[in-house]
């Protein structure tokens, strides 16, 4: 299956998801149907913040991303930990921000806690858990709900991500266990980097599809490079789907005999 994730009102684009499958299916791969969007699925989201605010584990925040950095003491770059300046309001202080016209956004309460886990490729992890926010100031859900939200109900019980994402599955961990969900198993891999090492981004043209084609390079030839991360393929070899998947299954069988 396929999850969009289009809750972030601000980054997605007008055609980007359709764009994106385009290039899956260029690549060759197929998927489950029908494709599944967040932005389709809110009601779920509203059913989880409504048993957090039934736990009293959400509150209101008015805070800025300029008002908490002033108030952190994190080296610049650093994200920022949310000082818990709207933890502990009084009512009279709650009256007085609503009313001021500015929307507040949601956060949970964790109270410090820290969450265990374990990485099947950097083996077990530790984090604090923040009063991180679940529904922004905007309306929207933020993604730390919707991905435990969605991987619990899609059943998903394996994640393989980038290791920029590591240090966020703390705080996913905690959530999914107030909200009662099962916990899938985690692997986060190292990213993408170019010849100076330095990350790849989608926002670099040359290294999308249509960048790599303009370059003259075929899909599949981009396919090879792809596969060669995992020792599938020579860089650039453009292999067939057939041929792919018995190279795969041959590793497979080396692995279990």
């Known amino acids: 299956m396929i999850r969009v994730e289009d809750l972030d009102r601000e980054r997605c684009r007008a055609g980007s998801a359709e764009q994106q499958l385009g290039d899956l299916a260029a690549i060759g791969l197929e998927w489950d149907q029908p ?11 509203q059913d989880a913040l409504a ?30 930990p949310y000082p818990g300046s709207c933890r502990e309001l009084s009512a009279a ?31 077990e992890q530790e984090g604090a858990v923040d009063d991180f926010v679940v529904a922004r100031q905007d ?22 991500r980038g290791d920029d994402l590591l240090d966020s599955t703390a705080a996913q961990c905690w959530l999914g266990e107030q909200l009662g969900l099962p916990r899938p198993s985690y692997v986060h891999l190292p990213l993408l980097r170019d010849d100076q090492g330095l990350r790849m981004s989608k926002r670099d043209s040359s290294v999308t599809l249509a960048g790599q084609q303009q370059l003259g390079r075929s899909a599949l030839q ?11 393929a020579e860089r650039g070899e453009e292999i067939t789907t057939a041929e792919l998947l018995s190279r795969f299954d041959a590793i497979v069988v ?4």
């Open 35 to 45: 494709v599944v969007a967040q932005s389709s699925r809110t009601a779920l989201y």
């Open 51 to 80: 048993q957090l605010r039934a736990d009293g584990l959400l509150y209101e925040c008015w805070c800025t991303r300029a008002e908490i950095r002033a108030a952190s003491s994190a080296p610049h770059g650093a994200p920022a």
């Open 93 to 123: 202080e709650l009256a007085e921000r609503r009313q001021s016209g500015r929307r507040a956004a949601l956060r949970v309460r964790a109270d410090g806690a820290r969450s265990r886990f374990y990485d099947r490729l950097h083996g």
């Open 139 to 160: 309306g929207s859900f933020a993604y730390h709900l919707a991905v435990v939200v969605d991987d619990a109900e899609q059943t998903i019980d394996e994640v393989v």
């Open 222 to 232: 981009v396919r090879g490079d792809l596969l060669a991360t995992v020792g599938l």
């Open 254 to 257: 080396e692995l279990t005999s």
